[in-house]
């Protein structure tokens, strides 16, 4: 038999009440030359027998023990046999076109790995505002450039619409096992290796939020994680070297991210924010100043109240300071 020209991954741990939904999603894909590896990750409800049960020579089922999404995701890459690459969560809905979309951008743009947009829905609750702005955040993000400079806010290209050649995925050794987010790091690993980004500008997938998703679970925990991930993958970049670094934020998030920082033996220069809002001369044993009054330095944006993260890049560069070369938005 020939080999199918898209692999399409989907990990599964305890997904019953959804996976059937998802499958046939990506059995109804307008293009047909596809397979569908479904891992089951050692699944305690009925998930395996439900992915068993699809009689479509497309569906190849892979059974493991609980190892955790990143292996489960490793362990579909091995048996890929497909041109292209992709993933697909086990509680969402793929459209019709998703798949020839991405097989279309892929032709017609010099990029390495793409995402889609992504419409939110829930059929037990109404949306919260977050998730929404969220989404449309993301959606909002569609050249390389404009997620590049968002890299480090959140993970600009939602993992489930992930698509890219197989052979770029098994070059870079695949998902790092044991990282959390897996998700978040993959797409950071992939912007460290210097890839292309693009997003297919129309809706591709149907993201589906209910109370078992994984972000939900422990967010004072989450939040941790990500700064540090974020930091991490920050240092390995050259924009900043050589560079005081200096944090925009003097509240919450600002003062985690200098512990995260100080504990990776970064030093910190100081901290800065808009000028109604400096109160004290220092912190942490640091200096709070204006940012006029850190020549040559690295800004690290570091607030998340509504609207400041916008202000620090709109004042930053109206100092002639330019996104990634000399700022980046961390929250």
């Known amino acids: 038999m020939p080999l199918p020209l898209v692999s399409v991954v989907m990990p599964v741990f305890n997904g019953a009440p959804f996976l059937s939904q998802a499958v046939l999603s990506v059995l109804a894909q307008t293009i047909q030359d596809l397979e569908l590896i479904v891992v089951n990750d050692g699944s305690m409800d009925t998930s395996l027998a439900i992915a068993r049960d699809f009689t479509d020579s497309r569906v190849r089922v892979i059974d493991q023990?609980?190892?955790?999404?990143?292996?489960?995701?490793?362990?579909?890459l091995a048996a890929a046999q497909g041109g292209f690459f992709a993933r697909m969560d086990c509680d969402d809905i793929s459209v019709p076109e998703r798949l020839s979309s991405q097989i279309e951008y892929f032709s017609n743009y010099p990029v390495d790995l793409i995402g889609g947009c992504v419409q939110m829905f829930s059929e037990t609750k109404e949306l919260e505002e977050g998730?929404?702005?969220?989404?449309?955040?993301?959606?909002?993000?569609?050249?390389?450039?404009?997620?590049a400079q968002s890299m480090f806010v959140e993970n600009p290209l939602p993992s489930p619409t992930l698509f890219m050649r197989t052979e770029t995925v098994r070059g870079l050794g695949g998902y790092d096992v044991g990282?959390?987010?897996?998700?978040?790091?993959?797409?950071?690993?992939?912007?460290?290796?210097?890839?292309?980004?693009g997003k297919v500008n129309q809706t591709v997938l149907q993201w589906r939020d209910h109370a078992q998703r994984l972000s939900r679970t422990a967010p004072e925990l989450r939040d941790q994680r990500f700064f540090n991930l974020k930091a991490r993958y920050f240092f390995d970049m050259n924009a900043h070297q050589n560079r005081p670094l200096v944090i925009w934020g003097?509240?919450?998030?600002?003062?985690?991210?200098?512990?995260?920082?100080?504990?990776?033996?970064?030093?910190?220069?100081?901290?800065?924010?808009?000028?109604?809002?400096?109160?004290?001369?220092?912190l942490y044993?640091?200096?709070?100043?204006?940012?006029?009054?850190?020549?040559?330095?690295?800004?690290?944006?570091?607030?998340?109240?509504?609207?400041?993260?916008?202000?620090?890049?709109?004042m930053l560069s109206a100092r002639g300071?330019?996104?990634?070369?000399?700022?980046m938005a961390f929250c």
């Open 179 to 197: 990282v959390y987010p897996d998700d978040y790091n993959f797409t950071l690993k992939c912007f460290r290796a210097g890839l292309r980004f």
């Open 321 to 327: 300071l330019a996104k990634t070369r000399d700022f």
């Open 131 to 147: 998730f929404l702005k969220y989404a449309s955040w993301l959606n909002g993000l569609q050249t390389h450039d404009e997620m």
């Open 65 to 76: 023990v609980h190892q955790g999404v990143d292996a489960a995701m490793n362990a579909g």
């Open 250 to 282: 003097i509240g919450r998030n600002g003062k985690n991210l200098c512990r995260v920082f100080g504990k990776a033996g970064r030093n910190i220069a100081g901290f800065t924010a808009p000028p109604e809002y400096i109160k004290e001369k220092s």
């Open 285 to 314: 044993d640091l200096p709070v100043r204006p940012f006029h009054e850190y020549p040559g330095a690295f800004f690290i944006i570091a607030t998340a109240a509504k609207g400041a993260r916008e202000e620090a890049m709109a």
